[in-house]
């Protein structure tokens, strides 16, 4: 059992059941991220739409998961990490169960975006639930396992039921299934968190503000965000317009490698995950390591115009690996952060995820944009530079490394 620093107004520590209740929340909600993207096509067809509809619908997911991501930790200070994120979890599940029902690109494109807002609203909770509570010898290693679980787990699932179900049975069950899980995992999450309050959260509204306004001032977290808004925008890419592409201009090479490659993708970001937790306490500064890892990824990221099948699954096996690798880095560094101390963390995550699914929001409008004007080639090789370009932006965090406990 992982244990914390005990307070007046917190639990002892985080409970084995509770740990598993939000790697199960963060698990359904990738699902629900990822069974879109891979189900395009299918949807494409079903509502003779073309890629710049189909932009919409991928994009709508981070759009409304970034409206909801800051107004969370400002949700938590007043009401508490475990009601924040359940609510966000039926909102999620809810959404996702009236997609089934949807007529339009254009309705489906809206209730994606209510779904991420419910996405939104469990996801910065969750974290911060955990880096508040967790000793720092174990912080690193549970975060990047919660996020890259999620991921590896939660969203290759999603590629492989919607490319293995959907053709068979339908873009509709797919959602259906996913939306179901969201809300029994809000059922547990209910029954298994502990009603959780920061003991240094303000208690007055304006106090809490005062606590918003200080994290949204702090140069290190919009450095943080800047740093890694490429990738952010690679990843999702990637992920987004891997099947659109091989359907487009590999047809030959089948519908399922689209599914492969974003499987692998996301369990590889799992052993990426604790290579990057592992380097996190190294004592080495994060943000020297986040720059090595995220130039690397920018430069694979840029070869995949020109790569055959089996040199692209070998790519993005790479590309994951290196995704996992900056998660327990990115999610670790607002911890170390001054003016995120005393009850801030959960609006400097939620700043955080707010500022990177709006740009891969942006970045699914863009590629879309990029693809009609230039082709995939010129697209793929934008977005792998621009991962690197973004990287100075880490300059402006303040010196950001593991302190070696003294015994």
């Not at 996801?123 to 996020?147: C, I, K």
């Amino acid at each position: 059992m992982l244990t914390a620093k005990p307070s007046p107004s917190s639990p002892p520590g985080i409970r084995l059941p509770a740990i598993v209740a939000l790697f199960a929340g963060v698990f359904a909600l990738e699902i629900m991220w990822t069974t879109a993207e891979i189900l395009l096509p299918l949807i494409g067809v079903s509502f003779h739409v073309g890629v710049g509809q189909l932009g919409l619908v991928v994009a709508g997911f981070p759009i409304g998961y970034a409206v909801t991501s800051l107004p969370s930790g400002l949700a938590v200070l007043r009401w508490g990490h475990r009601t924040t994120l359940v609510l966000g979890l039926l909102l999620m599940g809810g959404a996702g169960l009236f997609s089934i029902a949807t007529t339009s690109a254009g309705e489906l494109a809206a209730l994606r975006i209510v779904a991420g807002a419910g996405g939104g609203l469990f996801f910065a909770p969750s974290l911060a639930f955990q880096a508040e509570l967790l000793p720092e010898r174990f912080r690193s290693l549970v975060l990047g396992l919660f996020v890259s679980t999620g991921l590896g787990f939660g969203g290759a699932l999603g590629f492989v039921l919607g490319s293995v179900w959907g053709p068979t049975y339908g873009w509709a069950l797919v959602f259906g299934i996913a939306a179901s899980l969201s809300v029994a995992v809000a059922v547990v999450c209910a029954l298994a968190l502990p009603a959780l309050h920061h003991p240094d959260a303000p208690p007055r509204p304006l106090a809490q503000l005062e606590t918003t306004r200080r994290v949204l001032r702090s140069r290190s977290v919009w450095g943080i965000s800047l740093g890694f808004a490429g990738i952010s925008m690679a990843i999702a890419v990637g992920l987004d317009f891997i099947s659109t592409y091989l359907h487009d201009v590999h047809p030959g090479w089948g519908f399922g490698l689209a599914g492969v490659l974003g499987a692998v993708t996301l369990a590889a970001t799992i052993p990426g995950s604790l290579l990057g937790a592992w380097a996190s306490e190294r004592g080495t500064d994060r943000r020297v390591v986040g720059a090595l890892v995220v130039a690397v990824f920018g430069m694979l990221g840029a070869t995949i115009p020109f790569l055959d099948a089996a040199e692209l699954v070998a790519d993005f096996i790479g590309l994951g690996l290196l995704a996992g690798a900056t998660l327990p880095i990115f999610f670790e560094m607002p911890s170390h952060i001054p003016e995120v101390q005393g009850g801030g963390v959960a609006v400097a995550v939620g700043f955080l995820e707010t500022s990177q699914t709006v740009v891969q929001g942006v970045a699914a409008l863009l590629f879309a944009i990029a693809v009609l004007l230039s082709g995939y080639t010129w697209s793929w090789i934008a977005f792998g530079v621009l991962a690197i370009l973004t990287l100075p932006a880490l300059g402006l965090v303040v010196p950001n490394r593991a302190v070696r406990a003294v015994p």
